[in-house]
C-alpha cells in the first residue's frame, strides 16, 4: 500500500484524497482487520494444524481458545472502527461497509469456505487481490468530481492489473497450501482440491495456472513495457524468471519442504511484481 501511495500514486500526479493521517488510518485498519483473520483461521484450524504444522501450533498450546477469540474480537473491531473513523473523515460514509464485507468474509472463510471445494481459495485470493483497489477506493475515487482525468484513469487501470497478478499468485499459493496440508485437511473432513481430486491433479492444476499467469506476464511485458530495456530486464529477471522456475518445482514437487519453498517463492514475486510500480512513474 505504500508503494503504491507513496512510489506510484504520488510520483505520477495523481490527485489523492488521503493525507498521511489518513493513508495510516487505511493501513492500520486493513492490518488489524486480516491480523483478526488470521486469528480466527488459528482458531478453526486447530485440529488440522496439529497434523500439518504442528510445531507452529498457537492456539491451545500458547495460548488458549478463549483468550484468542478475545483477540480476533478487539483486533477485528479495532480494525473496522478506523475504517468506520476514514470513511466520514473523507466524506463517504457508504465505503465504511468495505471493512464490515471483508471482515465477515474472513470469519466465513476461516468457518465455513475453505471447507466448500474452490470456494475457499477464491475467497482468499480475492481478499488479497482486492488491497491494491482499496487505494483506488478510498485515495482515488474521493477526489473524482465530473471527469476522470488521464493520470487518474491510467493509474487506475494498472492498480487494477496488479490486483489481477495478485488474484493469480494467491490463488496458486493457496492451491499450493493445500496439496502440502492435505492429510490434515483430509483428517478434519475438508472438501479441498487435493482431497477432492488428489495430489497429482491438484499439481496439474497449480502447474496450468502458473503457465496461464506466465504467459499473461509475458503478453503485459511486450505490450507495456517493451520500449522499456531497464524495466523490461527487471520484470524478467524477477517475476517472470522466478514464475518459470516455480513452474519447474511445481511439476516435480513431492514432499512437503518442496510445497512450502514454492509457497516462499511466490511471497517474494508477488513482492517483487508489486516493485514493478516503483519504475512506472518515469515512463
Same mark, same amino acid.
Given at each position: 500500500?505504500?508503494?503504491?501511495?507513496?512510489?506510484?500514486?504520488? &510520483?505520477?500526479?495523481?490527485?489523492?484524497?488521503?493525507?498521511?493521517?489518513?493513508?495510516?488510518?487505511?493501513?492500520?485498519?486493513?492490518?488489524?482487520?486480516?491480523?483478526?483473520?488470521? *486469528?480466527?483461521?488459528?482458531? %478453526?484450524?486447530?485440529?488440522?494444524? &496439529?497434523?500439518?504444522?504442528?510445531?507452529?501450533?498457537?492456539?491451545?498450546? %500458547?495460548?488458549?481458545?478463549?483468550?484468542?477469540?478475545?483477540?480476533?474480537?478487539?483486533?477485528?473491531?479495532?480494525?473496522?472502527?478506523?475504517?468506520?473513523?476514514?470513511?466520514?473523515?473523507?466524506? %463517504?460514509?457508504? $465505503?465504511?461497509?468495505?471493512?464490515?464485507?471483508?471482515?465477515?468474509?474472513?470469519?466465513?472463510?476461516?468457518?465455513?469456505?475453505?471447507?466448500?471445494?474452490? *470456494?475457499?481459495?477464491?475467497?482468499?485470493?480475492?481478499?488479497?487481490?482486492?488491497?491494491?483497489?482499496?487505494?483506488?477506493?478510498?485515495?482515488?475515487?474521493?477526489?473524482?468530481?465530473?471527469?476522470?482525468?488521464?493520470?487518474?484513469?491510467?493509474?487506475?487501470?494498472?492498480?487494477? %492489473?496488479?490486483?489481477?497478478?495478485?488474484?493469480?499468485?494467491?490463488?496458486?499459493?493457496?492451491?499450493?497450501?493445500?496439496?502440502?496440508?492435505?492429510?490434515?485437511?483430509?483428517?478434519?473432513?475438508?472438501?479441498?482440491?487435493?482431497?477432492?481430486?488428489?495430489?497429482? &491433479?491438484?499439481?496439474?492444476?497449480?502447474?496450468?495456472?502458473?503457465?496461464?499467469?506466465?504467459?499473461?506476464?509475458?503478453?503485459?511485458?511486450?505490450?507495456?513495457?517493451?520500449?522499456?530495456?531497464?524495466?523490461? &530486464?527487471?520484470?524478467?529477471?524477477?517475476?517472470?524468471?522466478?514464475?518459470?522456475? $516455480?513452474?519447474?518445482?511445481?511439476?516435480?514437487?513431492?514432499?512437503?519442504?518442496?510445497?512450502?519453498?514454492?509457497?516462499?517463492?511466490?511471497?517474494?514475486?508477488?513482492?517483487?511484481?508489486i516493485c514493478t510500480l516503483l519504475f512506472l512513474p518515469f515512463l
Open positions: 500500500m505504500c508503494i503504491i501511495k507513496y512510489g506510484f500514486f504520488e &510520483r505520477l500526479g495523481v490527485a489523492t484524497a488521503l493525507g498521511t493521517f489518513e493513508f495510516l488510518l487505511l493501513v492500520c485498519a486493513t492490518t488489524f482487520i486480516a491480523a483478526g483473520g488470521n *486469528i480466527i483461521n488459528d482458531i %478453526h484450524d486447530t485440529e488440522t494444524d &496439529r497434523i500439518n504444522k504442528p510445531k507452529k501450533l498457537l492456539v491451545g498450546r %500458547h495460548i488458549s481458545e478463549k483468550n484468542a477469540d478475545y483477540l480476533y474480537i478487539a483486533f477485528t473491531s479495532i480494525g473496522v472502527l478506523m475504517g468506520l473513523i476514514l470513511s466520514n473523515m473523507i466524506g %463517504h460514509k457508504a $465505503i465504511a461497509a468495505v471493512f464490515i464485507i471483508v471482515a465477515a468474509l474472513l470469519y466465513g472463510y476461516a468457518t465455513t469456505f475453505k471447507n466448500i471445494f474452490l *470456494i475457499g481459495n477464491v475467497v482468499i485470493a480475492s481478499l488479497v487481490a482486492f488491497t491494491p483497489l482499496l487505494l483506488v477506493l478510498f485515495d482515488i475515487f474521493p477526489t473524482i468530481e465530473n471527469n476522470i482525468l488521464a493520470p487518474t484513469l491510467k493509474a487506475s487501470k494498472t492498480i487494477l %492489473h496488479v490486483a489481477i497478478f495478485a488474484f493469480g499468485i494467491n490463488l496458486i499459493r493457496e492451491l499450493i497450501k493445500d496439496i502440502q496440508d492435505t492429510n490434515g485437511d483430509k483428517n478434519a473432513g475438508r472438501n479441498t482440491i487435493p482431497v477432492v481430486l488428489g495430489k497429482k &491433479r491438484s499439481t496439474y492444476i497449480a502447474f496450468a495456472i502458473t503457465l496461464v499467469l506466465i504467459v499473461a506476464s509475458v503478453y503485459y511485458l511486450y505490450t507495456f513495457m517493451f520500449s522499456y530495456k531497464y524495466l523490461m &530486464r527487471y520484470f524478467l529477471g524477477a517475476v517472470i524468471g522466478p514464475l518459470l522456475y $516455480i513452474l519447474v518445482k511445481i511439476f516435480n514437487a513431492e514432499m512437503p519442504q518442496n510445497y512450502k519453498h514454492i509457497s516462499i517463492l511466490l511471497k517474494v514475486v508477488m513482492g517483487t511484481g
